[in-house]
């Protein structure tokens, strides 16, 4: 044919060009008799030909033919394409890119498969390309580079497989951790690097941080920088302050980083006129003067400004103006170095609730949340009280997030409150175990549901086995007892505790019940009332028979003046046995299996031997509470105090007045510090008759860190050293502690670490000195007695630490939400103790589900 010399010429493997040749006349092209595809497997010749911009019966115009060939290699289903002519037939030949077989990923430690996937836009089955590999390859290494791997390096291969398929294979050689080497400022005066550094949210890499992420390079973080610095001045008054540049240098080794910032100080400035225009006609400008946070003559600080225009705003909603506009107006002088401001506050005109959206509770029912709201539908809008009733949705637990937007309503004076909530799950089934160095190895069943049905309701079952305590309980609550804000509530509970647990030589076997409800007083207090109907039965255990009897026949002998024929006498009448020793054997003088108590109470002192015995309490009991902390389990501002009453003798055994009362501040001093300032109190009294043991107060660890469990108190030195806890009936507890972040690494991992000095007492055994006679022994008689069992002509059989006097501890601890279950470890130092006092510098909790 006379035009296959320019189809050939112009077409081959590659994309046609058009060619424009100066003729004198267009050229006539001879039509396409036939299209006929080649090479193809899985692509339908159809499905080709509908791609070209030609059709059977066009002629070979070769911008047609070139537009054709882009359209195909546009589908991304062909490596290669070529055009030809035989004989009026124009013939694509195509080579079909692979399908992908599967794809797999090999050498990633520090991101999982699945977190690479997301980046990879290549998926099984779809059609192969290189453009898409290279493509997926840079998002996966713009993913190591945000999670500071820059050395990081990726290699895709390809293994062949039958029927045109392939594996897509990328080979992960993630590096290290590109670390910050170094930080410097170039242009500060004012303030040294260091002063600078402290600030940033970047920070140098160091062998000792280990806790921080900080410390890794990260393009957004060191944009974060430039506005902390740019922040920093401008709160110290450098109002024209800039920051030139910010460079960032990569070692050749690809490991570490350099940044360099470039700043302009400039001069400092102070506020010159302050004021407030307000548009607002019902509010006087001098109620929202009082909010300003600023006076003339100070130093320039941008904070304060913004500050100002929140307490403003909050001033403005306060008063019913939900959409008040401040604006600030500022006039710089530079020759003074002095800014004039003026906050405008516009006109708004004050706005009602026209309704309440509740948006994402599936399971929660619409009534318990707005139930939490101290706004309804058509209130005047109060920004406090939206704020307050977003704390109060917070405080359920029901919900991950609450978000409670303001949105303008069908009128300007009308508002919308659009609630959006994240549900969590409520409901919780935990098998845990665990080592306590207060309960020894611990078992624990818990099953707990927090929104019954939606409905808010509360109910839970709980066991729990340990080495010194065994508990069931089953309770519900209801938290809105018909509809009204009374919440009510019942407890089934069964407890026994060992005498290894305060240390008081006999066991302890309750069980009963409570009826309790409560109900607001106002917005932060409360008021909660409780019944309680409880069987006791005290034992005497072996351990608590021998340290009872034997030591104190022995007290009898040794310091009471008793000679050996009178010890021995004493002894043969309670050794009914006659094999030298006293046991619960020879105790059991009617063969019944149980302790005759008229055989051993000459033996024993008054309170003990009033204490052992089955008895029936019935306790009638109320608590005053105010709480405002922002959480109820993790605080970092608010206050709490709490007062109760307890009164048992509405029938029963047993009658005493029981008070006490607790108190805790929080507030953050700096962001993500948390102080804490809290303390208790209690004071039990017996009305007509001595408190019983298991009745009194015992304090030690946890609740004072530096003393074992019943740690401090009143103590019986007879029944040696690790008995004769005897319990007080008045104590005190006072407790500062600071909570420090240890980096976003650790945040992220749910680790927190405080440091703590706590201070408190137990006294009032309401034991006698013709019982037990006051110790006259000093801290080192103690220790050696203690370390070595040596007396040194010393009289241990008396009672020690009856005293109000201060024990004092410090220390410092860590907290970890783990995995497993939660950790807590305290080391601590006694500074102040007491004769008596069983001190203990490490104390740890740990538990694991499965």
């Known amino acids: 044919m006379a035009d296959a010399a320019w189809l050939s010429a112009g077409f081959g493997r590659a994309a046609a060009q058009d060619t424009q040749a100066e003729q004198p006349a267009a050229p006539?092209?001879?039509?396409?008799?036939?299209?006929?595809?080649?090479?193809?497997?899985?692509?339908?010749?159809?499905?080709?030909?509908?791609?070209?911009?030609?059709r059977a019966g066009d002629p070979f115009d070769p911008a047609l033919l070139d537009r054709s060939l882009k359209n195909l290699f546009a589908t991304g289903l062909f490596s290669d394409v070529e055009l030809s002519e035989r004989g009026g037939v124009l013939i694509i030949r195509v080579v079909e890119n692979p399908i992908i077989n599967r794809i797999v990923f090999e050498g990633n430690k520090r991101l999982d498969r699945d977190e690479l996937l997301e980046e990879v836009r290549l998926r099984p089955r779809m059609v192969f390309t290189r453009a898409k590999v290279r493509a997926?390859?840079?998002?996966?290494?713009?993913?190591?580079?945000?999670?500071?791997?820059?050395?990081?390096?990726?290699?895709?291969?390809?293994?062949?497989?039958?029927?045109?398929?392939?594996?897509?294979?990328?080979?992960?050689?993630?590096?290290?951790?590109?670390?910050?080497?170094?930080?410097?400022?170039?242009?500060?005066?004012r303030y040294s690097d260091g002063d600078l550094r402290d600030v940033l949210a970047t920070k140098e890499s160091r062998w000792w941080k280990l806790f921080t992420?900080?410390?890794?390079?990260?393009?957004?973080?060191?944009?974060?920088?430039?506005?902390?610095?740019?922040?920093?001045?401008l709160n110290e008054g450098y109002a024209d302050f800039r920051v030139v540049s910010a460079v960032s240098e990569l070692t050749p080794d690809r490991e570490d980083f350099f940044i360099t910032f470039t700043v302009e100080e400039g001069e400092i400035y102070s506020f010159g006129k302050v004021d407030v225009e307000s548009e607002i006609r019902d509010v006087n400008e001098d109620l929202f003067r009082a909010f300003l946070l600023m006076r003339e003559g100070m130093t320039y600080n941008a904070e304060a400004i913004e500050r100002t225009i929140e307490a403003l705003t909050n001033a403005a909603g306060l008063l019913g103006y939900a959409f008040v506009d401040v604006r600030p107006r500022l006039n710089r002088d530079r020759e003074t170095r002095t800014i004039d401001i003026t906050f405008n506050i516009l006109d708004a005109p004050r706005v009602y609730v026209e309704r309440i959206n509740i948006h994402g509770n599936v399971r929660t029912l619409d009534r318990v949340i707005r139930r939490e709201f101290r706004l309804q539908e058509g209130d005047a809008f109060?920004?406090?009280?939206?704020?307050?009733?977003?704390?109060?949705?917070?405080?359920?637990?029901?919900?991950?997030?609450?978000?409670?937007?303001?949105?303008?309503?069908?009128?300007?004076?009308?508002?919308?409150?659009?609630?959006?909530?994240?549900?969590?799950?409520?409901?919780?089934?935990?098998?845990?175990?665990?080592?306590?160095?207060?309960?020894n190895f611990i078992f624990d069943v818990n099953i707990q549901e927090q929104n019954l049905l939606g409905k808010g309701q509360r109910l839970n079952l709980g066991l729990r086995l340990s080495g010194a305590r065994q508990d069931i309980t089953l309770g519900f609550t209801e938290p809105y007892l018909g509809g009204r804000a009374v919440a009510g509530g019942i407890d089934v509970f069964r407890t026994r505790l060992d005498d290894s647990l305060f240390n008081t030589g006999f066991s302890q076997d309750r069980i009963g019940f409570s009826l309790r409800a409560g109900m607001a007083i106002s917005e932060y207090w409360t008021l909660s009332t409780r019944y309680t109907v409880r069987q006791d039965d005290i034992q005497l255990t072996n351990r608590g028979l021998e340290s009872f009897i034997v030591n104190t026949l022995a007290r009898f002998q040794q310091f009471q003046g008793e000679s050996d024929e009178d010890f021995l006498e004493r002894i043969a009448g309670v050794d009914v046995d006659g094999d030298g020793d006293v046991d619960r054997g020879d105790l059991d003088t009617n063969d019944s299996g149980a302790v005759d108590f008229d055989e051993i109470s000459p033996f024993i002192n008054r309170i003990t031997a009033e204490t052992i015995g089955n008895r029936l309490q019935?306790?009638?009991?109320?608590?005053?509470?105010?709480?405002?902390?922002?959480?109820?389990?993790?605080?970092?501002?608010?206050?709490s105090f709490f007062f109760s009453q307890d009164?048992?003798?509405?029938?029963?055994?047993?009658?005493?007045?029981?008070?006490?009362?607790?108190?805790?501040?929080?507030?953050t001093p700096f962001a993500g510090w948390t102080l804490r300032l809290g303390g208790e109190a209690g004071f039990i009294e017996g009305i007509g008759q001595n408190v019983l043991t298991n009745d009194k107060f015992f304090i030690g660890g946890p609740r004072i860190r530096g003393f074992d469990n019943a740690g401090i108190g009143p103590r019986d030195l007879s029944q040696g050293r690790q008995g004769g806890a005897l319990g007080g009936t008045a104590f005190y507890i006072g407790r500062t502690e600071l909570f420090f972040p240890l980096g976003e690494a650790a945040l992220e991992l749910g680790i927190n670490a405080s440091i703590f000095a706590d201070v408190g007492s137990l006294w009032r055994s309401q034991i006698g000195q013709d019982e037990i006679p006051q110790c006259d022994l000093s801290l080192d008689q103690f220790d050696l007695w203690v370390q070595t069992g040596e007396t040194g002509g010393a009289n241990f059989n008396c009672l020690a630490g009856d005293s109000q006097a201060p024990r004092v501890a410090v220390g410092i601890g860590f907290s970890w939400q783990s995995p497993f279950g939660p950790f807590r470890i305290d080391l601590t130092r006694a500074l102040?103790?007491?004769?008596?006092?069983?001190?203990?510098?490490?104390?740890?909790?740990?538990?694991?589900?499965f």
């Open 832 to 849: 102040r103790r007491q004769v008596g006092d069983d001190t203990q510098s490490l104390q740890f909790n740990v538990g694991t589900a």
């Open 647 to 667: 009164f048992a003798g509405l029938g029963g055994d047993v009658t005493y007045l029981r008070n006490r009362v607790n108190f805790d501040h929080y507030w």
């Open 136 to 189: 997926d390859v840079q998002r996966m290494l713009e993913l190591y580079r945000r999670s500071g791997r820059f050395a990081a390096i990726i290699e895709p291969k390809v293994v062949e497989q039958a029927q045109n398929r392939v594996d897509l294979v990328f080979e992960v050689q993630e590096g290290p951790k590109t670390k910050v080497s170094r930080i410097n400022f170039i242009g500060n005066k």
């Open 213 to 233: 992420s900080n410390d890794t390079f990260d393009p957004d973080r060191l944009a974060y920088d430039q506005q902390v610095l740019r922040q920093y001045y």
């Open 618 to 639: 019935s306790i009638l009991g109320y608590t005053v509470g105010f709480d405002t902390r922002n959480n109820l389990f993790r605080p970092t501002r608010g206050t």
């Open 382 to 439: 109060n920004s406090a009280l939206v704020t307050r009733s977003e704390n109060r949705l917070n405080r359920l637990n029901f919900f991950r997030e609450v978000q409670v937007e303001q949105q303008r309503g069908s009128l300007p004076d009308r508002m919308v409150l659009d609630v959006r909530v994240e549900e969590q799950a409520t409901g919780q089934l935990n098998v845990g175990a665990g080592f306590s160095s207060l309960e």
């Open 28 to 54: 006539v092209y001879p039509p396409i008799r036939q299209i006929t595809v080649v090479g193809n497997e899985r692509v339908e010749p159809e499905t080709i030909a509908s791609y070209l911009a030609v």
